[in-house]
């Protein structure tokens, strides 16, 4: 499902050289490289190096060089190994996956995931011990063995990777970054079983798709934004049954939150349930009632989520923003197995990341469908064009002079073939408030994959696209919140111009865990994956019944002053709101129906 990446940077220099570089790195990966001098004493070895495809970030094509990191700088990197059976691990998702399928729903344990397809044990020490010949500290390794966190300075983790840690200027963005200058190279051996490294470079810094309106206000009091009787009644999902009870869902964050603030929304809306939780990993320790940037997502996910379903226990998995962050939360949540949904409103676009680190976050993402895990992702709030950045609107070379509109992306990991994502909607409520109508929101994240291949779930061939399914998040037609960290109000209040995708996913999440309640009560599996019973439904007589279809609005330019291309909704499925948004008793009923 891998397929070589199509640049899709801002202009023509920076596209010229990104072929360039995808070409060097395609040869790269082929070629058998004679062992150079060995840096460290005692690490000499005969043994020839392997270059690793895609180890490379595509943001250092026609970004100027500044020169090689401090010997003495520190770099905490996370190295990621191969599963086992990879083609045998895909046959069994899209069985377990797939209603009417002899194996659907009879997902595994994380033991007994490990035991088929996980590194093994064998690899695992193959790997340390030669990180720890180079000089490196290995911190840790995950419970699902898939990967192992080393720290170490600059010179050694050159001479470990046979790179150079290198800083960059990059010239549209103006920024400075570091990343390698070559992709990594390992012992044959060592190469075998490494499928990439995560942490080299900082050029990933994954943004959240929280957004409020410029006009925001707060307030002490309660808001007239959307309340969850109104959002739980505009699609149904008070009509699902249940409340949560005895279900467990996974809030990805890259940032903390204040239990304060999350029992005021709950006293407010008489919402009962277990106390928040978190799982802190590499050195993350971000809840209390100091204000962090990024609390606002926090918050947003955790009331919206008890909005729907206020009995559930929710886990909040937070790390440091980084790429090895995003590599370490997945892992623990999976190897963890307590969650069955995994909410997620952070991501990145695709064509900043590289394809390596890509791929491993993916690999964790089997992993999650094979044990019966639900992944609902935000696609992001500046509609086709995902590589905007909201700090530099007006990008200038290292001339001054002006660089052309940016180009059509997607964001990641909503883009992952084994990820449902979520764009959003602009919802309208009669009077009584009940549901009236949908449009797509112009910021609704929405397009064609430059990564991957579209899945056999999809119909139509060619790319990946997304997103799967949409729900309420332009923030004209905002939740009403009481959190922190909006534009206008760094202390906590109410707001009622909360929206973005990051409103969408963890409703979807939500839903996810009131289906998952319904089903262990009928003795039947959990949502799982969910897009091949997704689109299955789409694509029969229940559509209608299932999904409110949404044909009016367009993604052509969400914030981005320069836009003018993009998506419109029509009938069906389409790139701004995928199949649609919820009518939850009805797409619960044809789920458990066998997904008919």
């Given at each position: 499902?891998?397929?070589?990446?199509?640049?899709?940077?801002?202009?023509?220099?920076?596209?010229?050289?990104?072929?360039?570089?995808?070409?060097?790195?395609?040869?790269?990966?082929?070629?058998?490289?004679?062992?150079?001098?060995?840096?460290?004493?005692?690490?000499?070895?005969?043994?020839?190096?392997?270059?690793?495809?895609?180890?490379?970030?595509?943001?250092?094509?026609?970004?100027?060089?500044?020169?090689?990191?401090?010997?003495?700088?520190?770099?905490?990197?996370?190295?990621?190994?191969?599963?086992?059976?990879?083609?045998?691990?895909?046959?069994?998702?899209?069985?377990?996956?797939?209603?009417?399928?002899?194996?659907?729903?009879?997902?595994?344990?994380?033991?007994?995931?490990?035991?088929?397809y996980a590194p093994s044990q064998s690899d695992v020490q193959r790997v340390r011990a030669y990180l720890r010949g180079q000089g490196l500290t290995v911190t840790a390794v995950s419970a699902n063995r898939q990967v192992v966190d080393v720290t170490g300075g600059a010179a050694r983790i050159d001479a470990a990777f046979h790179t150079t840690e290198t800083s960059y200027l990059d010239r549209a963005d103006r920024r400075t970054f570091y990343a390698p200058d070559k992709a990594v190279s390992l012992p044959a051996g060592?190469?075998?079983?490494?499928?990439?490294?995560?942490?080299?470079?900082?050029?990933?810094?994954?943004?959240?798709?929280?957004?409020?309106?410029?006009?925001?206000?707060?307030?002490?009091?309660?808001?007239?934004?959307?309340?969850?009787?109104?959002?739980?009644?505009?699609?149904?999902?008070?009509?699902?049954?249940?409340?949560?009870?005895?279900?467990?869902?996974?809030?990805?964050?890259?940032?903390?939150?204040?239990?304060?603030?999350?029992?005021?929304?709950?006293?407010?809306?008489?919402?009962?349930?277990?106390?928040?939780?978190?799982?802190?990993?590499?050195?993350?320790?971000?809840?209390?009632?100091?204000?962090?940037?990024?609390?606002?997502?926090?918050?947003?996910?955790?009331?919206?989520?008890?909005?729907?379903?206020?009995?559930?226990?929710?886990?909040?998995?937070?790390?440091?923003?980084?790429?090895?962050?995003?590599?370490?939360?997945?892992?623990?949540?999976?190897?963890?197995?307590?969650?069955?949904?995994?909410?997620?409103?952070?991501?990145?676009?695709?064509?900043?990341?590289?394809?390596?680190?890509?791929?491993?976050?993916?690999?964790?993402?089997?992993?999650?469908?094979?044990?019966?895990?639900?992944?609902?992702?935000?696609?992001?709030?500046?509609?086709?064009?995902?590589?905007?950045?909201?700090?530099?609107?007006?990008?200038?070379?290292?001339?001054?002079?002006?660089?052309?509109?940016?180009?059509?992306?997607?964001?990641?990991?909503?883009?992952?073939?084994?990820?449902?994502?979520?764009?959003?909607?602009?919802?309208?409520?009669?009077?009584?408030?009940?549901?009236?109508?949908?449009?797509?929101?112009?910021?609704?994240?929405?397009?064609?994959?430059?990564?991957?291949?579209?899945?056999?779930?999809?119909?139509?061939?060619?790319?990946?696209?997304?997103?799967?399914?949409?729900?309420?998040?332009?923030?004209?037609?905002?939740?009403?919140?009481?959190?922190?960290?909006?534009?206008?109000?760094?202390?906590?209040?109410?707001?009622?111009?909360?929206?973005?995708?990051?409103?969408?996913?963890?409703?979807?999440?939500?839903?996810?865990?009131?289906?998952?309640?319904?089903?262990?009560?009928?003795?039947?599996?959990?949502?799982?994956?969910?897009?091949?019973?997704?689109?299955?439904?789409?694509?029969?007589?229940?559509?209608?019944?299932?999904?409110?279809?949404?044909?009016?609005?367009?993604?052509?330019?969400?914030?981005?002053?320069?836009?003018?291309?993009?998506?419109?909704?029509?009938?069906?499925?389409?790139?701004?709101?995928?199949?649609?948004?919820?009518?939850?008793?009805?797409?619960?009923?044809?789920?458990?129906?066998?997904?008919?």
């Amino acid at each position: 499902m891998f397929r070589p990446r199509v640049p899709i940077r801002w202009d023509a220099w920076h596209q010229e050289d990104l072929v360039k570089l995808r070409h060097l790195a395609a040869v790269a990966a082929l070629s058998l490289l004679p062992l150079g001098s060995p840096v460290l004493a005692g690490t000499a070895s005969a043994e020839p190096t392997v270059a690793l495809a895609g180890t490379v970030t595509p943001a250092t094509a026609g970004a100027q060089r500044q020169g090689a990191l401090p010997a003495g700088q520190q770099l905490s990197v996370a190295v990621s190994l191969k599963l086992r059976n990879s083609a045998g691990l895909d046959r069994f998702i899209a069985e377990v996956s797939t209603p009417g399928s002899a194996e659907h729903g009879h997902y595994l344990t994380p033991a007994q995931f490990a035991a088929r397809y996980a590194p093994s044990q064998s690899d695992v020490q193959r790997v340390r011990a030669y990180l720890r010949g180079q000089g490196l500290t290995v911190t840790a390794v995950s419970a699902n063995r898939q990967v192992v966190d080393v720290t170490g300075g600059a010179a050694r983790i050159d001479a470990a990777f046979h790179t150079t840690e290198t800083s960059y200027l990059d010239r549209a963005d103006r920024r400075t970054f570091y990343a390698p200058d070559k992709a990594v190279s390992l012992p044959a051996g060592v190469a075998s079983v490494v499928s990439g490294i995560s942490g080299l470079d900082n050029v990933a810094v994954h943004h959240h798709s929280a957004v409020t309106r410029a006009d925001e206000s707060a307030s002490a009091a309660p808001t007239p934004g959307l309340t969850p009787s109104q959002y739980d009644s505009a699609y149904h999902l008070d009509k699902v049954g249940g409340h949560g009870d005895g279900q467990t869902v996974a809030l990805f964050e890259l940032a903390g939150y204040n239990p304060a603030n999350l029992a005021t929304y709950d006293q407010q809306y008489g919402l009962k349930g277990p106390a928040v939780s978190t799982v802190s990993l590499d050195g993350a320790h971000y809840d209390g009632p100091a204000w962090t940037s990024g609390e606002d997502e926090v918050e947003m996910d955790s009331e919206i989520i008890r909005g729907v379903a206020p009995q559930a226990t929710q886990v909040v998995y937070e790390a440091p923003n980084s790429d090895q962050g995003e590599i370490d939360i997945y892992n623990r949540i999976v190897s963890d197995g307590r969650a069955t949904v995994i909410s997620n409103s952070w991501g990145e676009c695709e064509d900043v990341e590289a394809d390596a680190h890509l791929d491993a976050v993916n690999d964790i993402f089997k992993e999650a469908a094979a044990q019966g895990i639900s992944t609902f992702s935000a696609t992001g709030d500046y509609g086709y064009q995902d590589c905007y950045s909201p700090d530099d609107p007006n990008p200038k070379d290292a001339d001054g002079k002006p660089v052309d509109g940016y180009a059509a992306a997607v964001d990641f990991p909503a883009s992952s073939p084994y990820d449902t994502a979520v764009g959003g909607t602009t919802l309208s409520l009669n009077s009584d408030g009940s549901y009236n109508s949908e449009s797509a929101w112009s910021g609704g994240g929405g397009g064609e994959s430059a990564v991957w291949d579209k899945p056999d779930w999809q119909p139509g061939s060619g790319s990946r696209t997304v997103p799967d399914v949409a729900s309420v998040a332009d923030p004209k037609s905002g939740f009403n919140l009481y959190t922190a960290g909006g534009r206008n109000n760094p202390a906590p209040a109410w707001s009622p111009t909360n929206g973005g995708t990051s409103a969408a996913a963890p409703l979807w999440a939500g839903f996810a865990v009131l289906y998952n309640q319904n089903a262990q009560a009928q003795s039947k599996p959990n949502l799982g994956f969910a897009n091949p019973a997704l689109y299955r439904i789409a694509g029969g007589p229940g559509y209608a019944g299932a999904f409110n279809d949404i044909t009016t609005g367009t993604n052509k330019s969400g914030q981005v002053p320069q836009g003018d291309g993009g998506f419109a909704a029509g009938p069906g499925y389409d790139e701004v709101t995928g199949l649609g948004s919820p009518i939850a008793d009805g797409l619960a009923g044809a789920l458990l129906g066998g997904g008919n």
